[in-house]
């Protein structure tokens, strides 16, 4: 099958995307507004794309009702937002966070998160998420009049104690849960691991071997 997506309507190409670009992660990200009103909500279309800088992108659409998310308007007012990332133990108040409240009700309070002040930025840090990126917005695009995309450097990062091994700076496999994003209500967790063989070409061969 070959799919034209320039052919289908927009609600069309975004259904093919999100079900077979999977899994990705899932930042629930905390901006505040100039009044000090904390804002919170997860998005998919997001990852990580450098390390000098350190960089992360997000997508963000607008709400059913056309309106910019607070998300969208928090991070265009004050430059900055953090980033923080799901694992299982908190995926329930991160689907709280999805839902569209109005603007006076806190979605935190209502999954039951609580937040920790930031170091270079003004927003808070989710206290249960095991990780998380303070971020400053350094360009935003709008793609068109749903999609706004935010290319942001990272100047802090926040791990959860015993997440990381001190030594070596590496990740603590049996310690680390997080989830991803699949389609709809669907997510996955990353238990289930594995590790390819060390392969390496062999110019004299023309081929790989095994390390």
Request: hydrophobic share 40%; with cysteine.
């Amino acid at each position: 099958m070959h799919i034209d997506l320039t052919d289908l309507p927009a609600s069309e190409r975004y259904r093919l995307l999100i079900n077979l670009v999977i899994p990705r992660p899932i930042a629930l990200i905390t901006t505040r507004d100039a009044t000090g009103q904390d804002n919170a909500a997860p998005f998919s279309f997001f990852n990580v794309l450098g390390e000098d800088p350190p960089l992360v992108v997000v997508s963000m659409n607008r709400r059913s009702d056309g309106r910019l998310k607070d998300t969208t308007r928090n991070m265009a007012d004050r430059g900055e937002f953090v980033v923080n990332l799901v694992d299982e133990p908190i995926a329930e108040a991160m689907g709280i966070c999805a839902l569209e409240f109005p603007p006076d009700d806190s979605e935190l309070d209502a999954a039951g998160l609580s937040l920790h002040p930031a170091v270079s930025v003004d927003a808070g840090l989710i206290a249960q998420s095991p990780v998380s990126l303070e971020c400053r917005v350094h360009t935003s695009l709008d793609m068109g009049p749903e999609r706004r995309v935010v290319l942001a450097t990272v100047s802090w990062l926040h791990v959860r104690d015993g997440l990381i091994d001190p030594q070596n700076r590496r990740i603590r496999d049996d310690a680390y849960h997080p989830i991803g994003r699949l389609y709809a209500r669907t997510y996955c967790t990353t238990r289930d691991r594995f590790a390819l063989p060390g392969i390496a070409y062999d110019p004299v061969t023309r081929g790989w071997v095994r390390r």
